[in-house]
């Protein structure tokens, strides 16, 4: 059984910065690529980070390309998200996921719980 904890989220004022953590549980953690997607409320899912097994490879949603970093640590079977330049629109639930670097939710397989981002103009 795998589990993802986050942890990070908050309140900041537009413009600021947001460092998400992800804890993931188990031996397997080097062995999978991991995401970050996020849901705002009334809308889908979406994609918004993914990162490879051994973190060489990332890629991004258009909507946050320059502006979020996500990286790992697999000695520490951890996944982060450092969010710079925040915007309104960014507020939203933030999940981890375990899976590949897909940007289909349906390509991941454990999730984690979500952890609140909200950004205050």
């Known amino acids: 059984q795998v589990q993802l904890v986050e942890s990070g989220g908050g309140l900041v004022q537009a413009g600021g910065s947001l460092r998400l953590s992800c804890a993931a549980s188990g031996r397997t953690f080097s062995s999978y690529a991991m995401g970050w997607f996020r849901q705002a409320p009334g809308k889908e899912r979406e994609f918004v980070a993914a990162?490879?097994?051994?973190?060489?490879?990332?890629s991004y949603a258009d909507s946050v390309k320059g502006r979020f970093t996500i990286s790992r640590d697999n000695a520490q079977n951890k996944v982060y998200l450092q969010m710079n330049s925040l915007k309104p629109e960014d507020t939203a639930v933030y999940y981890c996921a375990r899976g590949n670097t897909g940007v289909s939710p349906t390509e991941y397989d454990y999730w984690g719980q979500g952890t609140q981002v909200t950004v205050s103009s």
């Open positions: 990162i490879s097994r051994g973190g060489r490879l990332t």
